[in-house]
């Protein structure tokens, strides 16, 4: 077993990051499953781990996209996903902000109840075919209107992997805004702490006693680590070598998938 | 007379951006001339004063820019004019790179003397509907699939201002490029000091003894002083009131339009 092993005795609880981890997006059936990883999952919930799935994705709302999953074989259920669009929508209700939204069409239904009339913010989201010159334009009027410019960000992600290659994320589009009005957005959903906090929330467990495994070496393992968790790193999804020298970010361990994390996991507990 | 413009004694050239102080670009005709600026053009032209225009315009050939601009009544040579895309084709040849061009269909015959088979480095200009998410992507695909990703920006402008509003400007999809790669790019253009100096050169005047005027407090205003130039901010164009109270750039003078600034300097000149 691996050296790092050692360190994971007493975790109770796992978050999972799911595109990269659990499969690959993308293509006709919306992606296709990482091989051993519907299992991994399951041998995590029989294990008596507590388990919670952490994704910054938004092309979707939390229901289409467990569906989505359930379809290529996952066990899940919508209430075991913390995702940013509901998190935001409570951000924005909290703080009587009416959204411009800048998002994929299929995330729109999670901000039914949100006042988007005479818009004094932008939330943006991984927007994909709908981040056109035109849109981002548009964005761009709202915000440099505004007096005080919020940007609500939902994840910071650079790029993630599709199976026809990499596609590029919000943060990107995030910097773009950022630059064009000279300010700083908010983020929601990870690496911020708030988001990984909620999901140990969800579990009852504390951040000591938690591991995320995430195939994004500065979003899922250094959000994690600076919340307290430990956290794996998958060769899987859009891992690169590289990633194993990061500058900044070094994970407890590197894994060559879900399934490989999850043995060594369960050893350890079986110790 | 303004007090400042007393400090304009022995200034021999005149450096004038194009768009938002000549004209509002955009619309049917591409833009509208700003009141005063075809007579203050011709005013320079007969003053003995040299004459240089500098501009980051990347959305068509200097030919085709020229005679859109003779056609709205200015007195405006192809061979007075400095621009990006000439100046990355230098230097694009002097260091044997081959660029995939994320550009305007129309400033693309500028690069025809360069080879762009099997690409080492990308251009990015103001490519406006051609920023769609998919040649973004593409862009993104080429820059992070090289051992060396070379990224060069035909300036580094937020916005501009055309008839029918504000619009994204090629800074902004740097910055996205540079936040996806991870990497800094290359500016030619506005307000990079290689591009304020061979305007100099061309003109055969000393830093000191050029004035630049721009509706760009950071760009022009502040590119130019950077080099050693006065420079003045006009209030036409992309400004705004609060530039004047930039935190990091003030100009030499802030004038109403060109006409206003040609006046001043003119009047200065016979004192």
Not at 64 to 82: H, S
Not at 91 to 108: A, Q
């Amino acid at each position: 077993m691996a050296g790092w092993a050692k360190h994971l005795a007493g975790i109770k609880g796992v978050v999972l990051d799911i595109s990269g981890v659990l499969y690959d997006s993308g293509g006709e059936g919306g992606g296709v499953p990482i091989p051993g990883s519907i299992e991994a999952v399951k041998k995590i919930k029989t294990s008596g781990l507590k388990l919670r799935f952490c994704t910054n994705e938004t092309q979707a709302t939390r229901e289409k996209f467990v569906e989505k999953l359930q379809r290529l074989g996952f066990d899940i259920a919508v209430n075991e996903v913390t995702a940013p669009a509901p998190a935001a929508c409570l951000i924005l209700k909290e703080r009587n902000l009416r959204p411009h939204l800048l998002v994929h069409d299929d995330v729109i239904p999670e901000f039914a109840d949100v006042d988007k009339a005479n818009p004094n913010c932008v939330v943006v989201g991984d927007a994909a075919d709908n981040f056109s010159y035109k849109n981002l334009n548009e964005t761009f009027r709202v915000l440099i209107g505004l007096e005080n410019p919020v940007l609500i960000s939902l994840g910071k992600g650079r790029y993630y992997k599709e199976t026809d290659g990499l596609k590029l994320d919000v943060g990107v589009y995030m910097k773009a805004l950022e630059y064009a009005c000279d300010i700083q957005a908010e983020v929601v959903g990870k690496p911020a702490k708030m988001f990984f906090q909620s999901a140990l929330r969800e579990m009852g467990v504390e951040p000591h006693q938690a591991i995320m495994i995430g195939d994004d070496i500065v979003n899922d393992v250094g959000g994690a680590q600076q919340c307290g968790m430990k956290a794996l790193q998958v060769r899987t999804g859009k891992y690169r070598p590289c990633d194993e020298q990061h500058p900044k970010v070094k994970a407890d361990g590197y894994v060559d998938n879900l399934a490989e994390a999850v043995d060594v996991i369960l050893k350890q507990l079986c110790e």
